[in-house]
């Protein structure tokens, strides 16, 4: 599910599949997770979107934020609690490739759901890292 005001009747989209590096894998190992899908494959989504106005966009993102994990349940690949989720925060680093980052951790780490927007694209990853290669990839 997702906002209607985001897409056409027939939306452009990619779904991809993101397999985390080997830093990811020790992330899990280190932090004594034995659930596999802490260092499985991540699904992430490029939707064509046809909002032009950034300022617009960015509140209707945060509007979704209420709902985005249950909205895109299927992309995570894990069984999460979402009573222990903070919410939705600002990327505290700097800009990747110029775009706007938003993430949710989710309680199982590294698993956390991302998204970030250049141009018409709308990018959602399951981590912050496939996010980040997607954003290479699309560029």
């Known amino acids: 599910k997702m906002p209607s005001e985001l897409t056409t ?3 452009n989209f990619t779904l991809f599949i993101y397999q985390p590096s080997k830093n990811e894998s020790e992330l899990c ?3 004594k997770i034995s659930d596999p899908n802490c260092s499985g494959p991540r699904l992430g989504l490029a939707i064509e979107i046809e909002i032009e106005n950034q300022t617009g966009l960015k ?3 945060k509007e979704w934020e209420r709902t985005m994990v249950s909205d895109l ?3 995570i690949l894990a069984e999460i609690q979402e009573t222990e ?3 939705f925060q600002d990327n505290s680093e ?4 110029n775009a706007t980052i938003r993430y949710e951790n989710l309680p199982i780490s590294p698993i956390a759901l991302n998204y970030g927007f250049v141009d018409n694209l709308l990018i959602i990853a399951t981590s912050k890292y496939s996010l980040y290669q997607a954003l290479d990839s699309f560029k």
Do not use: I, V, W
């Not at 700097?94 to 490739?97: A, D, I, L, S, T």
């Open 29 to 31: 190992q280190t932090a």
């Open 9 to 11: 009747d027939s939306p």
């Open 85 to 87: 989720m903070t919410g």
């Open 94 to 97: 700097p800009k990747y490739q």
């Open 59 to 61: 509140e209707l993102l």
């Open 73 to 75: 349940r299927p992309l």
